[in-house]
Structure formats: C-alpha cells, structure tokens
C-alpha cells in the first residue's frame, strides 16, 4: 500500500531524510519510532505529499500522490488532482486540528461532502455510525471545546475514516494528550487494526507497537537504523543507537 525506495528531502541545507526505503503491505501497521528530530513526521508528511521529496520514489496504491509519469518523467500535478489523490490517504495529527466553529457531525461530514461531492444524507449517516464505532455516538451536537483532548482524538479519527481512505498516518495522536486520555484513543486504532485497516503510526508508544504493529521502523538521523517484527526488535535489538533509545523510552 505504501512503497518508498531511497526518499531524501532537505530543508535549506539541513538534510532530514536520506536514502530512506519502505514497504508497507495492505491491511497492515507500521509504527515509526525514534527520536525527536530523526525525521519521522517528516517522512509521514512525505507520504501523502504535505511535503515534497526532493529524490527517490513514493507511491500509495501503486500511484503517485503529488505526480504523474509522463514518457519517464515525474510531472507534478495541479492542486486539484493533488487533493483529490489525497483525500485516499487519511492523516491524524498530533494536535486534532477540528474545526471549533462546527459540532462534531459537521467536523465529519465536512470533507466528504466537500471534497468528495457526497450527499449530505449520505455523508451524515456514515458520520453518525462512525462517530458511534469510536464511542461518541452521543456527542454528534456537541463542539471540540466541550470535549476532552481524547475525545477529540477520536472525532479527528472518525473524521479521517469519513473519506474511506486507503491507508491512514498517524503522526504521534497521544503526544499531546494527558496520560489517563491516551488509553482511549489507543483502543479505537487498535479497532482499526483488527478491522484491516492499513496504518502508518508515528509514535512513543513501545507498548502499543509491541501488541499492534505488523513492522516496527526505528529511524535516527534521517535514515532507517533497524526495521523488523516489533517483539523482536525490542526484545532483542541489534544495533546500538536503538538499544540506547529503548533504554530511555520504555
């Protein structure tokens, strides 16, 4: 679902990602650990191209996100194309980025309904049973400021899942949520996992990547240092830099 080959991106002269290589099958996770500025929200941006790669090759489904092939070139394509591409790549960040003018079933339906053109009927029935599947079946009347950092977590995933998309990244979702209210939230991906759900987690969950993911991918400095069964890999890690990191993190 998710293929990248040798992805380098630099920002001015600071080089983030170099060389990096992954392959993410359909209906499975990948979580993405390390330290803060080893590039890994960077390479999860690169994905669904909010940010462009400077080298290398990145596909989702076997397309480009941002580009089209033309007589062996990359063309990038208009804004248009671009989002209409995106809208199959589904993004959860750290902060919930809802809309605090619009109540929960409005911050829902927006997207499908503006983006991919359906009825606000149909948008609205999918809303109200996804909003259910993450335990806020009640709250569909209610805005962001009347809920709790988890509970708007799990509006922000219920958001994503509203355009049905391929795969969905996650760019560290409990970072900025208090330790009783990460819980919540773990459970709900958890769900969407066992449901086949093809995610990409950026996280400092060690546990939640033990239990859940498929690949575990530890990155420093721009570069993948180790990747392979999570159980395994911390259990028993095979290079230095990452014993160092486990050491701190868990």
Do not use: W
Request: proline residues 4%; neutral net charge; charged residues 25%.
């Amino acid at each position: 679902m998710v293929y990248a080959e040798g992805v380098r991106k630099s920002f001015g002269s600071l080089e983030v990602l170099k060389d990096v290589s992954l392959s993410v099958p359909t209906g499975s996770v990948a979580c993405i650990i390390g330290p803060s500025g080893s590039g890994k929200s960077t390479f999860l941006r690169c994905i669904n191209h909010l940010e462009k790669i400077d080298g290398g090759l990145l596909l989702v489904d076997g397309d480009f996100i941002g580009y089209e092939l033309r007589q062996d070139r990359l063309h990038e394509l208009p804004d248009s194309a671009i989002c209409r591409r995106r809208a199959e790549v589904g993004m959860v960040f750290q902060q919930f980025n809802l809309f605090g003018h619009l109540t929960v079933l409005q911050n829902v339906i927006e997207a499908p309904v503006h983006v991919r053109g359906e009825s606000v009927k149909s948008a609205t029935e999918r809303a109200v049973h996804l909003l259910g599947k993450v335990g806020l079946a009640e709250k569909c009347d209610a805005y962001p400021r009347q809920l709790s950092g988890g509970q708007q977590q799990r509006v922000a995933i219920a958001r994503a899942l509203a355009m049905r998309p391929k795969v969905i990244l996650f760019d560290e979702p409990t970072s900025a949520l208090d330790p009783e209210l990460v819980g919540e939230v773990l459970a709900v991906m958890k769900d969407l996992a066992r449901d086949g759900m093809t995610m990409v987690v950026v996280t400092h969950e060690i546990g939640f990547a033990s239990e859940v993911a498929d690949q575990l991918v530890f990155m420093d400095g721009g570069v993948v240092v180790e990747r392979g069964v999570p159980k395994e890999m911390i259990a028993n890690p095979q290079s230095q830099r990452l014993r160092e990191f486990l050491a701190r993190v868990k």
